[in-house]
Each structure stands twice: as C-alpha cells, then as structure tokens.
C-alpha cells in the first residue's frame, strides 16, 4: 500500500527539492493543497492529519503552527526548519551519528532534520569528542563556504535577478555577530560544552558546500597526527553508504592543489577530507547543502520511517 505524504512549503527550495525525489516513486503518494488554501489553516489541518508523512518546509513559527495542528498521533512529522532541532521530544534526523540514531528516528514520530552547516560539522567532530580525542571544551573555529541556495527564495532572487548588484557575486562572510541559527545543534550534537566561533561564507554559486574545522594537534587530548585522525573517522563510518572518509594524504582528489565545490551536487553524499601533518590538522567536508544538508537527509530520514532502503529515491 502506497504511504502518502504532504509537503507543507512545497514551493519553497528543500519542499521542491523533496518533492523531485518523490515524483517517480511508486511506494508514494503525494497530497496536495491548493494555492487558495495554502495559508488556510483548516485546509492544512486536515491534511497534515490525514497523511503518514509530513515534511515541514517552513520559517520556524509556520513549522510551529503546522506542528500545533497535528492531533492525529499516527502522523510522523519531518521537520527541516530550526524549530525543533534542540526541542525535547524530537529526535534528530542524523542517521549516521551514533549506533541507535537510526532506532531512534525509526520509532520517533516527531524528526527534525539538520541544518546544512551542522550536518557537516557534526558529522566530523561528533566522533572525536565522543572518543575522547577533542576535548568537549575546545575552543573551535569553524568557517563554512556554501551556495546562495540556501538563503532561501530572497536570496536566490538576489543572485540570479538581472541587474543585482555586482557586489553580491563577491564571497560574502555573514552572521558577524557569530549568533548564527545553526549553532545551538551544533554544539549539543557534536558535544561540545561551548559553542564553536563560526563563520559562515555565501559565494556565487547555487548549491554546494565546504565546511571546515583547524584543530592542533597539540591541544588534542591523544597525540595524533592528521593521519591518525582520518584513520579515526574511516572506522567510525565504515559501511556508511552515504558518508565517505577520503584517502589521506588527497592530492589526487584535488584539481591543481584546489579542493573543488560541487562534486557532491545532486546526491546525498557527504565526503570528509582531513588535510595537515603531525602539528595542524584541517576538517573538511564536501557535500550538497539541498543534498545532505536539506531535502535528501529528510527523504533519508522517511525512508527509515518507512522501513525501506535508505538510498530509494536519493
């Protein structure tokens, strides 16, 4: 029997996006409100009560108001806004993060799914700390590159309207007060017990993201090198379909010593580099920030509601 689904923001970037992953699915069945009941809010009720899944793809107050008018306690609600990454009683939607994340999400009614700048982030440091390699007390940098995409429609529309300024196609560092929304998951889920300095970076690109974290290797609670660390994080993810820990040293996977932007577009993929030697060591992760970081970790995440392959559709 067909599982149905709504998409509520189905307009919107990831609700697109989500929604092109579905489209040839024969396992599922999309509901759809009509543009004159959109913001009617019995119009929504009713079919976010009447359906197994249903993706949030809103601001954070209209994701709080969608999840209000759920009563029906069957309904599994996917959140990927902000509002409930840190809420108790929602699980968050990062399978691969420890050994019953997936149990978790499986049972959960109630998910939400990370944000494209945790996801990377967490999926590095998350293993170090829990390890005891990281002290959850280091004071981390971190500074992240990513695609105008994940501005939403007013940025696209910045980006990709004919006559914008010529200062937007510059690398724009953003949240300068470092208060950016992202950071309170971050530090709960990779386990740190303060928050990272983060800076954040959009360049003139649609989709696709490099997150990266600078750790010295003295600091670190056992003494390791850069090899040591992608030896590290080789075991953690092994068997892993979606994350992937390159080889170390990667020179062959960098074109003229430049380490390339979007070569995890359109797939769900996540690659982690560790550049450096026996003193620094760099982080970095590759991925899709609509992909990993969006529409395909919440696709992901049904599919381990629904109990079938976690690569069907992605």
């Given at each position: 029997?067909?599982?149905?689904?709504?998409?509520?923001?189905?307009?919107?970037?990831?609700?697109l996006?989500?929604?092109?992953?579905?489209?040839?699915?024969?396992?599922i069945e999309?509901t759809?409100?009509?543009?004159?009941?959109?913001?009617?809010?019995n119009?929504?009720?009713e079919?976010?009560n009447?359906?197994d899944?249903?993706?949030l793809?809103?601001?954070?107050d209209?994701?709080?108001?969608?999840?209000s008018?759920?009563?029906n306690p069957?309904?599994?609600?996917i959140?990927?806004?902000?509002a409930?990454?840190?809420?108790?009683?929602?699980?968050?939607?990062l399978p691969?993060?420890?050994?019953?994340q997936?149990?978790?999400?499986?049972?959960?009614r109630?998910?939400s799914?990370?944000g494209c700048?945790a996801?990377?982030?967490?999926?590095?440091?998350?293993?170090?700390?829990?390890?005891?390699?990281?002290?959850?007390?280091?004071?981390?940098?971190?500074h992240?590159?990513?695609?105008y995409?994940?501005?939403?429609?007013?940025?696209?529309a910045d980006y990709?309207?004919e006559?914008?300024p010529?200062?937007?196609?510059?690398?724009?560092?953003?949240s300068?007060?470092?208060?950016?929304?992202?950071?309170?998951?971050?530090?709960?889920?990779?386990g740190?017990?303060?928050?990272?300095?983060?800076?954040p970076?959009?360049?003139?690109?649609?989709?696709?993201e490099?997150i990266?974290?600078?750790?010295?290797?003295?600091h670190?609670e056992?003494?390791?090198?850069?090899?040591d660390?992608?030896?590290i994080?080789t075991?953690?993810?092994?068997?892993e379909?979606?994350?992937k820990v390159m080889?170390?040293p990667?020179?062959?996977?960098l074109?003229?010593?430049?380490?390339?932007?979007?070569d995890?577009?359109?797939?769900?993929n996540?690659?982690?580099?560790v550049f450096g030697?026996?003193?620094?060591?760099l982080?970095?992760?590759?991925?899709?920030?609509?992909?990993?970081?969006?529409?395909?970790?919440a696709?992901?995440?049904?599919n381990?509601?629904l109990?079938?392959?976690?690569?069907t559709g992605l």
């Amino acid at each position: 029997m067909k599982k149905t689904v709504f998409v509520d923001g189905q307009h919107g970037t990831t609700g697109l996006k989500i929604r092109e992953r579905l489209a040839d699915r024969s396992d599922i069945e999309i509901t759809e409100i009509s543009e004159e009941k959109r913001k009617d809010p019995n119009a929504r009720a009713e079919l976010l009560n009447s359906v197994d899944i249903a993706f949030l793809c809103l601001p954070d107050d209209a994701a709080r108001e969608s999840v209000s008018l759920v009563k029906n306690p069957e309904v599994c609600v996917i959140d990927g806004s902000t509002a409930h990454r840190v809420t108790d009683g929602w699980v968050y939607g990062l399978p691969e993060l420890k050994e019953r994340q997936r149990e978790l999400i499986k049972e959960s009614r109630r998910i939400s799914v990370p944000g494209c700048h945790a996801t990377g982030f967490i999926l590095m440091l998350y293993p170090l700390v829990s390890q005891g390699i990281v002290s959850p007390d280091y004071p981390i940098t971190v500074h992240a590159v990513a695609g105008y995409s994940g501005g939403g429609k007013s940025m696209i529309a910045d980006y990709e309207t004919e006559g914008s300024p010529d200062y937007i196609r510059n690398p724009r560092p953003y949240s300068l007060k470092l208060d950016h929304k992202h950071l309170p998951e971050m530090t709960r889920y990779s386990g740190l017990i303060r928050s990272p300095i983060f800076n954040p970076t959009v360049v003139n690109v649609y989709k696709g993201e490099i997150i990266s974290i600078p750790l010295v290797a003295s600091h670190l609670e056992k003494k390791l090198s850069a090899a040591d660390i992608r030896k590290i994080l080789t075991n953690y993810y092994s068997g892993e379909q979606f994350i992937k820990v390159m080889p170390f040293p990667a020179d062959d996977y960098l074109v003229n010593g430049f380490l390339t932007f979007t070569d995890c577009n359109d797939t769900n993929n996540l690659e982690i580099f560790v550049f450096g030697n026996e003193d620094r060591i760099l982080l970095s992760a590759r991925y899709d920030n609509l992909g990993k970081g969006a529409s395909g970790a919440a696709v992901q995440n049904m599919n381990i509601v629904l109990d079938v392959p976690e690569e069907t559709g992605l």
